[in-house]
T-cell receptor
Framework: EDQVTQSPEALRLQEGESSSLNCSYT??????LFWYRQDPGKGPEFLFT???AGEEKEKERLKATLTKKESFLHITAPKPEDSATYLC?????????????FGKGTKLSVKP | DAGITQSPRHKVTETGTPVTLRCHQT?????MYWYRQDPGHGLRLIHY???????DKGEVSDGYSVSRSKTEDFLLTLESATSSQTSVYFC?????????????FGEGSRLTVL
């Protein structure tokens, strides 16, 4: 069964304190792994797509990496505005079009 | 901005009543999706559409039906709402110009079934 597990469930950081969020996945052939940011009361906002082990993507203070079993979202010198829930999702080869399997998310709080 | 509008944004209804949620898009995307989001669960696919009058079931389709009579509108109907359908519902599209599979989501419709 395709599955996505995110850890930790919640993470509190001080402003400037770098850290990483983890997304472990089991899937029958990975078509793509996706990271989203979700603010309270809003829809998920697309951040990155990764396709193959070793791939990396960066956007401002965020960097996503991918191995054959997991992905990391590294946050460098976070600011309070980075506070949000970060969602990881995978799409499997042969899966229904657009059927992304989502993890439960990591809620990040960055204190000034 | 993926040009998605969901309506209503908030609705409170009673058990047994029918409810229809609307997703409207302005950019002629072929693929549209309905997901639900609940505490303790990740987003889960309810139904999706790959064209006008072409729809298919997702992971949690029981109790829901959909219709797509125009490219721009994708309707989600709960024929007889139950308390277990209290949730936040998100519509999503797959960009017509993207080959990379990511979805873009609307702002959500919060449904409470009493």
């Amino acid at each position: 069964e395709d599955q996505v597990t995110q850890s930790p469930e919640a993470l509190r950081l001080q402003e400037g304190e770098s850290s990483s969020l983890n997304c472990s996945y089991t899937v029958s052939g990975l078509r793509g792994l996706f990271w989203y940011r979700q603010d309270p009361g809003k829809g998920p906002e697309f951040l990155f797509t990764l396709y193959s082990a070793g791939e990396e993507k960066e956007k401002e203070r965020l960097k996503a990496t991918l191995t054959k079993k997991e992905s990391f979202l590294h946050i460098t010198a976070p600011k309070p505005e980075d506070s949000a829930t970060y969602l990881c999702a995978v799409q499997a080869h042969g899966g229904s079009q657009g059927n992304l399997i989502f993890g439960k998310g990591t809620k990040l709080s960055v204190k000034p | 901005d993926a040009g998605i509008t969901q309506s209503p944004r908030h609705k409170v209804t009673e058990t047994g009543t029918p409810v229809t949620l609307r997703c409207h898009q302005t950019e002629n995307h072929r693929y549209m999706y309905w997901y639900r989001q609940d505490p303790g669960h990740g987003l889960r696919l309810i139904h999706y559409s790959y064209g006008v009058k072409d729809t298919d079931k997702g992971e949690v389709s029981d109790g829901y039906s959909v219709s797509r009579s125009k490219t721009e509108d994708f309707l989600l109907t709960l024929e007889s709402a139950t308390s277990s359908q209290t949730s936040v519902y998100f519509c999503a599209i797959k960009s017509a110009v993207s080959n990379t599979g990511e979805l873009f989501f609307g702002e959500g419709s919060r449904l409470t079934v009493l």
